[in-house]
């Protein structure tokens, strides 16, 4: 977490920097006023980035002076990376509007990342909430993870705000926590949110009692929507986000009609 923080403060000190001095350090003046932007085929930006992409999709304009916002595929999963007008720079990370703290990347590329939630199987989930909530949101979950911990409290905190939302959680054991898979298979044998509450305390979780398969089923499904790491939310429009919200944040990305004051979720592991 000390990394991916010390690597988010270089990118928004750099999109700081490009905005105040208008790139010209890097020799990269933005467009005068009535001139002519160049052009980006989606054939030359395979060439630039050569094995970074898989498949470019789509180039546009950014955000960012003199930069297009290329839009990739990589690993089966769309990114979003920046190419300047001059060929010669990428810039993948990040990017932070500092008038609002709004990450206008990863806003992006959770809207570029939609899936068909039909696609979603319930029957192993576990409930937060009740069934007959009309907004359905499905957590991807490792019993073993700290952030999921954290994320478990602020749950149960939206459900009581907000009854029409309720939490469809999913087990998704990574393999960086070993007793995790055991666990989840345990949790799914059970259909038990007590024994997921238990393993999030770190108290006992007696060995799973069945041969079911629904946590490699959604390991399997995971790997297929380009989802890595836990907590990762779905949401009703299809929407994947990654990392912890609090339960003030959770409600506004549900665009619910509780809007509670509190600080903006942070991103987890």
């Known amino acids: 977490m000390k990394r991916v923080g010390m ?27 009535g001139a002519e932007v160049p052009t980006l085929s989606r054939q030359e930006a395979q060439q630039l980035l050569g094995e970074r992409a898989d498949r ?23 990114q979003l990376v920046y190419i300047d007008f001059r060929k010669t720079l990428l810039l993948q990370g990040d990017v932070i509007r500092l008038t609002d703290g709004e990450n ?39 019993p073993k993870c700290s952030y999921c911990r954290k994320l478990h409290e602020e749950l149960k905190k939206v459900v009581k705000l907000d009854p029409d939302i309720a939490f469809y959680i999913k087990m998704m054991p990574l393999d960086l926590h070993p007793d995790a898979y055991m666990i989840a298979k345990s949790i799914v044998c059970n259909r038990s949110l007590a024994l997921l509450e238990d393993s999030f305390a770190d108290r006992f979780v007696p060995p799973p009692l069945c041969q079911g398969q629904e946590v490699d089923q959604t390991l399997a499904l995971a790997r297929q929507l380009g989802i890595r790491s836990t907590p990762t939310l779905l949401l009703p429009d299809g929407r994947i986000v990654s990392g912890y919200r609090d339960a003030a944040a959770l409600l506004r990305l549900l665009g619910s009609k509780v809007q509670p004051s509190g600080p903006e979720g942070r991103p987890g592991r």
């Open 56 to 78: 470019v999709l789509r180039i546009e304009a950014s955000e960012i002076p003199s930069f297009w916002a290329v839009e990739i595929e990589k690993n089966r999963r769309r």
């Open 104 to 142: 206008l990347t990863r806003t992006r590329q959770e809207a570029m990342n939609r899936v068909d939630v039909s696609r979603i199987p319930l029957q192993d989930a576990l409930l937060v909430g009740t069934g007959r909530a009309p907004m359905r949101v499905v957590v991807f979950t490792d």
């Open 7 to 33: 690597r988010l403060a270089r990118i928004v000190l750099v999109v700081g920097l490009l905005a105040v001095v208008g790139l010209l350090p890097l020799g990269l003046q933005a467009e005068p006023s």
